[in-house]
């Protein structure tokens, strides 16, 4: 027999529970930006660890695997969990929801780890096949305004994700792989930023959010968009298929085009952070402009995009969701010794890394210092947020 006391106790501990889980559905940058971070710092230390003689596989795989899908994958599914259900004035995810998409993320990330890349892009297949789904539904049934037309391409970047997975997974010929990669490694980030950015790069200046005013801005931006995800699209088959300067020269352009046209670039509040996002945004559009240019180095000096453009994204536009859901916003614009120090860390670690492009015979030292680089910005990053992951607004 239990006490009444005992009876109120677990019922008291079993609603804070779902109450807490309720929250966390609500908001899964929480969780999904965390374990983002951390899976980063595995993928980068590959490298050392191998150098070392302390792996028995050459990491190369592993690495863009974790780093692409275990790393970025997570930054996409966390934002667009949070923010596309708000943006379309939707139900939030619920528990049962947030559980499965954070257990396929682990799954897939643990799965490349153990060498079984089959597995691993499946259960990202099925990851952000789950997420489309349930934004799809929210958009449909339960929206009580239409989404901002540059979430289109985010959706964009999620098929892209999901085509590039699935390509890997079959047997293919030397185009097909190509751009199986082109749509992984780069389609399933390099729209969202676009998209994304053009929404909250504006807020991140300190003006409001790229939003449409009126019906005909709406279409103009929704043709814009469309537009753009056509291009982005075209680029990775025409470099696949052999039109590699083209296919750079549209993406680089259509990424330079899209964000001056629709991002007003003169800033209203400034700060560590906002310089940051310069410096990233030319890192990026750098290593879409060289990478044809030494095409036998093209994966080096791709890493300015990965590393510079991507990464160093993420980690910004992280921080201001971060700042934003804790209730201090004023934050994200402060002039900052220890964000300053970060973005230092995210330029030295691109630079760093695309350097063997140049010079080869420091490819081993280079791999080694870029990831340790990397893991030191990532624990930093998650130190700094530490309380803001778990503060409520």
């Known amino acids: 027999m239990s006490f009444p006391?005992?009876?109120?106790k677990k019922h008291k501990a079993k609603d804070q529970c779902l109450s807490g889980l309720r929250w966390l559905a609500s908001e899964p940058y929480r969780v999904f930006f965390f374990s983002g971070a951390l899976w980063s710092v595995i993928g980068v230390s590959l490298w050392p660890l191998f150098y070392a003689?302390?792996?028995t596989f050459y990491p190369n795989l592993v690495h863009a695997r974790i780093m692409i899908e275990a790393f970025g994958g997570a930054f996409v599914v966390g934002f667009l969990g949070t923010a596309g259900p708000r943006m379309a004035t939707a139900p939030k995810l619920t528990p049962l929801e947030l559980l499965w998409l954070f257990a396929l993320h682990q799954a897939s990330a643990m799965s490349h780890l153990r060498l079984q890349h089959a597995w691993g892009d499946g259960l990202f297949i099925a990851l952000l096949a789950s997420l489309l789904l349930c934004l799809v539904i929210r958009v449909l049934k339960f929206r009580r305004e239409a989404p901002p037309p540059q979430m289109l391409l985010a959706l964009t970047g999620l098929v892209c994700g999901i085509s590039g997975a699935a390509l890997q997974m079959m047997p293919s010929d030397l185009e097909r792989y190509r751009l199986a990669n082109l749509l992984?490694?780069?389609?399933?980030?390099?729209?969202?930023?676009?998209?994304?950015?053009?929404?909250?790069?504006?807020?991140?200046?300190?003006?409001?959010?790229?939003d449409a005013k009126t019906a005909a801005q709406s279409q103009t931006k929704l043709i814009r968009a469309i537009v753009t995800a056509l291009l982005l699209v075209s680029s990775f088959f025409l470099e696949a298929y052999g039109q590699v300067m083209l296919g750079y020269a549209v993406r680089a352009l259509v990424a330079a085009g899209y964000l001056l046209i629709e991002v007003r670039w003169r800033p209203r509040q400034s700060g560590s952070l906002t310089t940051g996002l310069f410096w990233a945004l030319a890192l990026g559009w750098l290593g879409l402009l060289l990478s044809p240019l030494h095409y036998g180095q093209h994966v080096a000096i791709e890493h300015l995009l990965y590393i510079g453009g991507f990464?160093?994204?993420?980690?910004?536009?992280?921080?201001?969701?971060?700042?934003?859901?804790?209730?201090?916003?004023?934050?994200?614009?402060?002039?900052?010794?220890?964000?300053?120090?970060?973005?230092?860390?995210?330029?030295?670690?691109?630079?760093?890394?695309?350097?063997?492009?140049?010079?080869?015979?420091?490819t081993v030292s280079h791999h080694i210092y870029a990831a340790w680089t990397w893991?030191?910005?990532s624990v930093l990053w998650l130190v700094w947020h530490r309380k803001r992951f778990v503060k409520r607004e």
């Open 5 to 8: 006391a005992c009876k109120h």
């Open 53 to 55: 003689q302390q792996l």
């Open 184 to 210: 992984l490694y780069q389609g399933l980030l390099l729209p969202p930023v676009l998209g994304i950015g053009s929404f909250v790069f504006p807020r991140m200046l300190g003006g409001d959010f790229g």
């Open 311 to 362: 990464g160093m994204l993420i980690l910004i536009v992280g921080s201001r969701v971060l700042f934003g859901h804790s209730g201090d916003l004023e934050g994200f614009f402060a002039k900052s010794k220890w964000a300053r120090f970060l973005i230092f860390l995210g330029i030295l670690t691109a630079t760093t890394r695309a350097t063997p492009a140049c010079v080869p015979s420091t």
């Open 375 to 377: 893991a030191l910005l």
